[in-house]
């Protein structure tokens, strides 16, 4: 059963707001925009394939159909310290399903758009950053006890480029 599907939205969203499913990769905040996702699920069982890219995990069975299984960590060469990810972003990309291993999907995120930031010229200069979609700066104001003392936050979330990420592993890509 999904932990997250994606429904029709009841209300029509402001042009200038955008929801982003944030999760995380060691303890890393990373956004997708939500209407690029189908659902998020605790992670299949997974089959190895072998002589795949390192990123490509293998494939799984989700409700009968096949879902090719993706490693971010490894695709991005993020320095691992736990193998086990829980959760599956399940997406289509060129007419096949891919699922995004990350160690948690912590919200449902509404951003001004003015929040993303463009990526800094130093990252677009790295041959992986065209899965960058931005940076975004994004201002928690909590009230924090009693008193109501307000606790203000900044948070820093890389926006990633859903589309460019899966175009390197389509079959339209080789």
């Not at 995990?57 to 993020?78: S, Y």
């Not at 999907?105 to 899965?131: F, W």
């Amino acid at each position: 059963m999904p932990v997250f599907q994606k429904e029709t939205p009841a209300t029509p969203q402001n042009a200038a707001t955008v929801q982003l499913l944030v999760f995380s990769l060691q303890g890393e905040e990373y956004a997708l925009p939500l209407t690029e996702i189908q659902e998020i699920v605790p992670t299949p069982e997974i089959t190895p394939v072998p002589n795949m890219q390192a990123a490509v995990k293998g494939v799984a069975n989700l409700r009968g159909k096949v879902v090719t299984m993706l490693d971010l960590e490894t695709h991005f060469a993020i320095t691992k310290t736990a193998e086990t990810k829980p959760y599956a972003i399940v997406a289509e990309h060129a007419g096949e399903l891919f699922g995004l291993l990350v160690h948690a999907a912590t919200e449902v995120l509404r951003i001004d758009a003015a929040e993303q930031k463009p990526t800094p010229e130093v990252l677009r200069s790295h041959p992986s950053a065209d899965a960058l979609k931005g940076v975004i700066v994004h201002v928690n104001s909590d009230k924090k006890d009693q008193k109501n003392t307000v606790k203000v936050t900044e948070r820093i979330i890389l926006a990633l480029d859903l589309p460019k990420i899966l175009s390197h592993f389509s079959a339209a890509h080789s």
